[in-house]
């Protein structure tokens, strides 16, 4: 199976967790893609969606589903999203599509994070996939900076969030505790968000495998 094969596989097998009737929380990316077509092959009702980015959004809409502004939910029950690196303690690196700020918000009220992903994103020590940060503009140079002293390599990335700000994407990092790193990235002034997801990591895993999608629980 190709890496999109294995994708469409473990969209399929997130559908299992939605909770029909309630509202959905949608990540993004080309997972969350086929995770969204095969729950609309599924005719599964959720009465609405919360999405995590304008790409997402502008999916659902067009699949006919109701997708409300966060503000208008107390709490979402399932949320469903991808990775692009999670660990043993389910922590992620998660920002590759630059929606990790919206991403983070939407998990944070989430009563269960399904992570779905195929084999190649799981690793022993996150770090390998350069960590994206969302920065304010105007900061990008002085976080910049403090990420060198930090002993990161900065790469500013020629794309704007949908908050209209910038990613700076850090390789060279092995982050064997990222929940201190994560803490200590959102300590810089000018940091938005950072894409490690330690704090509120993933609670279930689907990963797609060669033999099958695999079900991990924390
Ligand atoms: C977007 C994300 C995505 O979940 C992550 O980049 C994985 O994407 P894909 O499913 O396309 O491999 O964090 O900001």
Known sequence: ???????????????????????????????????????????????????????STEKLQALGYKVVDLNEVERISVYIDGADEIDP?????????????????????????????????????????????????MAVRAVSRVIEEM??????????????????DVHGWQMHDARMWEERLNQIVGVVTVGLFAKRSADVLLLGTEQGVKTFEK
């Open 1 to 55: 199976m190709n890496q999109q094969e294995l994708k469409r596989a473990v969209g399929q097998a997130a559908v299992a967790y939605v909770k029909p009737g309630e509202i959905l929380g949608v990540g993004t990316g080309s997972t969350v893609d086929c995770f969204i077509d095969a729950l609309k092959e599924s005719g599964i009702e959720v009465p609405a969606c919360v999405s995590s980015s304008v790409r």
């Open 151 to 168: 002993g990161g390599e900065p790469v500013v990335r020629d794309f704007t969030t949908d908050n209209g700000n910038k990613i700076i």
């Open 89 to 137: 303690s389910f922590a992620m690196i998660k920002g590759g599509g630059g929606a990790l700020t919206r991403e983070k918000i939407v998990a944070m009220v989430s009563d269960t994070f399904v992570c779905i992903a195929d084999e190649s994103k799981k690793v022993d020590v996150l770090g390998k996939f350069p960590l994206p940060i969302e920065v304010i503009p």
